[in-house]
């Protein structure tokens, strides 16, 4: 079968050069065509047929042997270790797929694909690239050299569905009482800040904490690759980082991204993720005048997160710490931290006002918390209540 598959694209391929301006429906039938005549002389059942067409199809014009697991709403991540080794994600249990790329070339080849269709660029000069496939998917590239055993491709998917602050809560990430408060401080401009690990679902809460909104307000969004999916808002600017082409010039960052929103009349700014330096423009932009902003960033706890933005603005400036935590303080009004738990669950695990700073130390009061009792069942309880209010009670 693989050498009829080979064949008829070959042939396909031939067509298809010599056309150029077919589109998509035109190519399946170009394809369902070949198959069928290619039937006459090696007989196929209709199912073989079938398998054939989505095969050929898939190579020339999707992603080849991934494009099912692409497809398939159950799996939520593809890891791609090299040509042989692929691993798939689905209901929170990892295994290991029977795909064999067969030689780099084909692996290659439709990495090139993926990065191509949004204007980035990746090889042996500039290994490491971010992308996102038609749908949304995040993407993550590292090439040889730098990849030890060929090239490595992470895509994370997610729900074609964005989360609601309904779906949390049936799903006991917070609870009722929680979904309230958050509701709240969107409405009332408080700047937030989501923590949390690899894939604890930081883009996920953001986008659910984005449908709080009004509106009627003017957002710009900054992200590395475009993933947000932010609902209900008309006056949206969607605005995505740009990596240096061949000749190591035309670089577009977060920073510079961060810097360029301010003179466009954001009501709000949402930041991805913050990685590095830019975490300084981040928090200049919520201390003039943009209140309401929200990003995330990889962290272990509320404190903890606060102490790698600290480290993140030292990365680009040169400040005193003490100056760095007031910046903090007076920029970021909530810390949300959430996790994947071993039972495979993603649940808030804190929300924390930063309420103030006192003896040149950022002061957490913390509302919200999960804890464990006796018989190991965890529970999310309000253990605090907001001190700043004054935002609140601006909006009430």
Not at 48 to 74: A, C, H, R, T
Not at 182 to 197: C, T, W
Not at 228 to 256: A, S, W, Y
Not at 354 to 359: A, I, Q, S, Y
């Amino acid at each position: 079968m693989t050498e009829i598959i080979n064949i008829i694209k070959n042939e396909v391929a031939d067509t298809l050069q010599n056309n150029l301006n077919i589109d998509d429906r035109e190519i399946h039938e170009i394809i369902t065509n070949k198959v069928f005549e290619k039937s006459k002389d090696v007989y196929m059942k209709v199912n073989q047929k079938q398998f054939v067409i989505e095969q050929i199809y898939n190579s020339l014009k999707k992603l080849d042997v991934l494009q099912p697991y692409i497809e398939n709403p159950e799996i939520s991540e593809i890891m791609i270790n090299g040509i042989e080794n692929v691993f798939i994600e689905k209901s929170g249990e990892v295994t290991k797929t029977n795909i064999n790329f067969g030689d780099n070339e084909k692996l290659e080849h439709i990495i090139q694909k993926i990065v191509s269709k949004v204007n980035r660029l990746v090889n042996e000069a500039n290994p490491i690239v971010d992308a996102r496939l038609e749908d949304g998917s995040r993407v993550s590239i590292v090439m040889p050299p730098i990849a030890l055993n060929g090239p490595i491709v992470t895509i994370r998917k997610f729900s074609k569905q964005a989360m609601t602050i309904e779906d949390l809560v049936s799903n006991s990430a917070i609870t009722e009482d929680m979904a309230k408060f958050l509701e709240d401080i969107v409405k009332a401009r408080y700047n937030i800040f989501i923590s949390g690990g690899t894939s604890s679902g930081k883009t996920t809460f953001l986008n659910a904490l984005s449908n709080f909104i009004p509106s009627e307000e003017r957002v710009i969004t900054i992200e590395d690759s475009a993933e947000l999916k932010i609902n209900g808002i008309d006056n949206l600017v969607r605005l995505e980082t740009r990596n240096k082409n061949i000749e190591g010039k035309g670089e577009v960052t977060i920073k510079d991204l961060i810097k360029t929103s301010l003179r466009m009349r954001p009501d709000r700014i949402i930041v991805g993720e913050v990685r590095g330096a830019e975490a300084l423009d981040m928090l200049q932009a919520m201390n003039t005048g943009h209140d309401g902003s929200l990003s995330t960033g990889h962290a272990n706890s509320t404190k903890d997160a606060l102490t790698r933005l600290e480290t993140m603005v030292l990365m680009g400036v040169d400040m005193p710490i003490v100056a760095i935590k007031q910046q903090i303080t007076s920029a970021i009004d909530i810390v949300i931290h959430i996790a994947k738990l071993k039972d495979k669950s993603r649940r808030v695990l804190e929300i924390s006002e930063v309420e103030g700073f006192e003896n040149e130390e950022i002061v957490l009061n913390k509302i919200y918390e999960y804890t464990l009792g006796k018989d190991g069942t965890g529970e999310i309880i309000k253990v605090g209540n907001l001190v700043n209010d004054f935002k609140m009670r601006m909006n009430s």
